[in-house]
C-alpha cells in the first residue's frame, strides 16, 4: 500500500528566503506526482505535475524534482512571498490502470512566510 | 468556464442524522471524485463516478455513497452521522478520469457534526 509522507509538517520562514518542501512515497512505481497548494478552508489548486520519465518541472518561481528510485520529491519556491502562505501538498497517482486518477496524499506542509 | 462548484459551502448536522453533499463538475469532464480531508487523517479518497457509475472506491463504510446524474452532477450521501465524520469533503473533476489526468478540485463542503 502506497504511503506518502511530507516533513516537516509545519515550516516558517522570512519573506524573500527559498522554500524547500519535502515528499517521500514508499512505492516507486508511480505513474506521476503532482505538488498542490491549499488555503485555509478552501480547495486545492494543482502547482506541477511531473511525469514517472521526468526529473522536474518548473513553472516560474517554482521547481519539482521527482527522484523515482529513492522515492522522493522536492518542491522548491524561489524568493517567497507572504502570498505563498499555505499548504502545500504532494500526491502520486499509481500504475494500476484500473485506478484511474485516485491520488494518495501525503499529510501536508502548512508553510508561513514572515514579512 | 465555470469551475467546479460544491453545495453547500456549510453544513451542521447532528449524530444519527444524514446528509447529502452535491457537486457540479467543470462543463465536459465526466468523471467525478470525492475526497474526505481531517486533520488528523488528512486527504483521503472516497470513490469516483464516470458516466453514472461507480468505477473506484476507497475504503471507507457503507454509510457513505453517492452517484451521478447523466449531467455528470454528482451527489454523495452520508447516513447515520458520527461525530468522526466531521471533515471538508471535496469533490474533483477531469474529463475522463484516466490515469495521469489533472484533477480539478472544488471549494469543498466543511460538514460539522455535533
Known amino acids: 500500500k502506497q504511503e506518502v509522507t511530507q516533513i516537516p509538517a509545519a515550516l516558517s520562514v522570512p519573506e524573500g528566503e527559498n522554500l524547500v518542501l519535502n515528499c517521500s512515497f514508499t512505492?516507486?512505481?508511480?505513474?506521476?506526482l503532482q505538488w498542490f497548494r491549499q488555503d485555509p478552508g478552501k480547495g486545492l489548486t494543482s502547482l506541477l505535475l511531473?511525469?514517472?520519465?521526468?526529473r522536474e518541472q518548473t513553472s516560474g518561481r517554482l521547481n519539482a524534482s521527482l527522484d523515482k528510485s529513492s522515492g522522493r520529491s522536492t518542491l522548491y519556491i524561489a524568493a517567497s512571498q507572504p502570498g505563498d502562505s499555505a499548504t502545500y501538498l504532494c500526491?502520486?497517482?499509481?500504475?494500476?490502470?484500473?485506478?484511474?486518477?485516485?491520488?494518495?496524499f501525503g499529510g501536508g506542509t502548512r508553510v508561513l512566510v514572515k514579512p | 468556464k465555470a469551475g467546479v462548484t460544491q453545495t453547500p459551502r456549510y453544513l451542521i448536522k447532528t449524530r444519527g442524522q444524514q446528509v447529502t453533499l452535491s457537486c457540479s463538475p467543470i462543463s465536459g469532464h465526466r468523471s467525478v471524485s470525492w475526497y474526505q480531508q481531517t486533520p488528523g487523517q488528512g486527504l483521503q479518497f472516497l470513490f469516483e463516478y464516470f458516466s453514472e457509475t461507480q468505477r473506484n472506491k476507497g475504503n471507507f463504510p457503507g454509510r457513505f455513497s453517492g452517484r451521478q446524474f447523466s449531467n455528470s452532477r454528482s451527489e454523495m450521501n452520508v447516513s447515520t452521522l458520527e461525530l468522526g465524520d466531521s471533515a471538508l469533503y471535496l469533490c474533483a473533476s477531469s474529463l475522463e478520469g484516466s490515469r495521469g489526468e489533472k484533477l480539478f478540485f472544488g471549494s469543498g463542503t466543511q460538514l460539522s457534526v455535533l
Open positions: 512505492d516507486s512505481a508511480i505513474y506521476n
Open positions: 511531473i511525469q514517472s520519465s521526468q
Open positions: 500526491a502520486v497517482t499509481g500504475m494500476i490502470k484500473a485506478a484511474g486518477n485516485k491520488l494518495t
